[in-house]
C-alpha cells in the first residue's frame, strides 16, 4: 500500500530534551516537506527536500532540522524543543514538477513540549 | 513570497445546500492550485485541483473555478452531505527555483447539519 508513515503519533516532551519525528515513504517520492499546523495558522511549511541531500529552509524553519540521507527517509530533528513548538506536525511527499503535483499527507504526530 | 488567503474561516450550511469557499492568492506566477480536505483527527487528503490553463474543473459535487486575472479561485460543493464536515484548505503553488513551493490558506471549518 502507498503510504506516507510518521513516528511517534504522540509525544510529550520537556523543554530541552532533543528529539526526532521520523517520516517514509514507499512512493519512490523525490520531494519531502514538512509541516506544522496551528489553528488560524493553517499549514505552514518548515523544510523541505528536492532529492538525497538537498533541502532547503521553509517558512517557519528555526528551531528545526532535517536531513535525506536516503529517498524514502525524511527525519525532523528538534534539537532544543520550547514550548513553542508545540504543534500537529505533518510529513508529505510527491513527485516532482515544475507544475505541481499531489502531496501525499502522514497521519501526523502531535508533540506537546512542557 | 506567495500569500494566500481564505474565507470563510468557519461555514455553517443546511444538508443539501451548497458550500462557497474562496481564496485568493498574491504570485501572479502560481500555476498550481489544489485544495484538500482535513476531517478531524485525519491527513489532509487532496480532493481536487487545478491548473492555471484550466478555468474550471468539476468532478461530481465539487467544482473548482480560477480567475487569473482576479487572482482568486474557489471551492463549490453542492447538495452537502454530513460527511463533507471537515477543514477545508486551499493552496497555491509557484515553481521557486526548480521546485514547487506550496503556501497554504488557513483553512475553513465547513459543518453541514443534517
Known amino acids: 500500500e502507498a503510504q506516507v508513515t510518521q513516528n511517534p503519533r504522540y509525544l510529550i516532551t520537556v523543554t530541552g530534551k532533543k528529539l526526532t519525528v521520523t517520516c517514509s515513504q514507499n512512493m519512490n517520492h523525490e520531494y519531502m516537506s514538512w509541516y506544522r499546523q496551528d489553528p488560524g495558522l493553517g499549514l505552514r511549511q518548515i523544510y523541505y527536500?528536492?532529492?538525497?541531500?538537498?533541502?532547503d529552509k521553509g517558512d517557519v524553519p528555526e528551531g528545526y532540522k532535517v536531513s535525506r540521507k536516503e529517498k524514502r527517509n525524511f527525519p525532523l530533528i528538534l534539537e532544543s524543543p520550547s514550548p513553542n513548538q508545540t504543534s500537529l506536525y505533518f510529513c508529505?511527499?510527491?513527485?516532482?514538477?515544475?507544475?505541481?503535483?499531489?502531496?501525499?499527507f502522514g497521519p501526523g504526530t502531535r508533540l506537546t513540549v512542557l | 513570497g506567495e500569500n494566500v488567503e481564505q474565507h470563510p474561516s468557519t461555514l455553517s450550511v443546511q444538508e443539501g445546500d451548497s458550500a462557497v469557499i474562496k481564496c485568493t492568492y498574491s504570485d501572479s506566477a502560481s500555476n498550481y492550485f489544489p485544495w484538500y480536505k482535513q476531517e478531524l483527527g485525519k491527513r489532509p487528503q487532496l480532493i481536487i485541483d487545478i491548473r492555471s490553463n484550466v478555468g474550471e474543473k468539476k468532478d461530481q459535487r465539487i467544482a473548482v473555478t480560477l480567475n487569473k486575472t482576479a487572482k482568486h479561485f474557489s471551492l463549490h460543493i453542492t447538495e452537502t452531505q454530513p460527511e463533507d464536515s471537515a477543514v477545508y484548505f486551499c493552496?497555491?503553488?509557484?515553481?521557486?527555483?526548480?521546485?514547487?513551493?506550496?503556501?497554504f490558506g488557513i483553512g475553513t471549518k465547513l459543518q453541514v447539519i443534517p
Open positions: 527536500s528536492m532529492n538525497v541531500e538537498v533541502t
Open positions: 508529505a511527499s510527491s513527485f516532482p514538477g515544475l507544475r505541481g503535483n499531489e502531496q501525499f
Open positions: 493552496a497555491a503553488s509557484t515553481n521557486s527555483g526548480g521546485y514547487q513551493k506550496v503556501t
